[in-house]
T-cell receptor, first 111, second 113 residues
């Protein structure tokens, strides 16, 4: 079945440093979504990417979909303590009808 | 409040028992998804319903079953519970069948003792 892997699994950064998490799929994806789950909370939808090479920005967050549509990244500039949480990517395969979630990257921001 | 309502929030039960988790999707959403999240684990897809019909199955055990009712709420039934079934169970909903962002409920934390 479709597998979506994320690296790193954990990341600790000093407040103000940048952070990047990478998402890799074993198969081509038609869509990819990103979610954030705060500690003790539920996943919250952040964004969806559809086009090859697409780049979208939300304030300090930059999302990118790879040219081959098999990988994606989320970059946070100048992290803040409010960025703490686990970031999940979720990929939709070409023949699938539901998203498979990646393993997640847990971000800790040290004040 | 995300608009997706899950009940109960917490459930403690003994091994071998049967429980039912309930989910009311966000108003207007036709798709309902169930996910299992164990401690420090990712989100494991269990099953999807769209407008009352099963659309996709993931790693759902035979001891588990689900359904979506005409009013679009969904129930996840877990039977012959084992210690390893202890987890957070999330319901999510979306507008359409494919390609829409998911809105998650706050989850049901199941503890099997």
């Amino acid at each position: 079945g479709q597998q979506v892997m994320q690296i790193p699994q954990y990341q600790h950064v000093q407040e103000g440093e940048d952070f990047t998490t990478y998402c890799n799929s074993s198969t081509t994806l038609s869509n990819i979504q990103w979610y954030k789950q705060r500690p003790g909370g539920h996943p919250v939808f952040l964004i969806q990417l559809v086009k090859s090479g697409e780049v979208k920005k939300q304030k300090r967050l930059t999302f990118q979909f790879g040219e081959a549509k098999k990988n994606s990244s989320l970059h946070i500039t100048a992290t803040q303590t409010t960025d703490v949480g686990t970031y999940f990517c979720a990929g939709l395969g070409d023949t699938g009808n539901q998203f498979y979630f990646g393993t997640g990257t847990s971000l800790t921001v040290i004040p | 409040d995300s608009g997706v309502t899950q009940t109960p929030k917490h459930l403690i039960t003994a091994t071998g028992q049967r429980v039912t988790l309930r989910c009311s999707p966000r108003s207007g959403d036709l798709s309902v998804y169930w996910y299992q999240q164990s401690l420090d684990q990712g989100l494991q897809f269990l099953i999807q319903y769209y407008n009352g019909e099963e659309r996709a199955k993931g790693n759902i055990l035979e001891r588990f079953s689900a359904q979506q009712f005409p009013d679009l709420h969904s129930e996840l039934n877990l039977s012959s519970l084992e210690l390893g079934d202890s987890a957070l169970y999330f319901c999510a909903s979306s507008r359409g069948q494919v390609g829409y962002g998911y809105t998650f409920g706050s989850g049901t934390r199941l503890t099997v003792v």
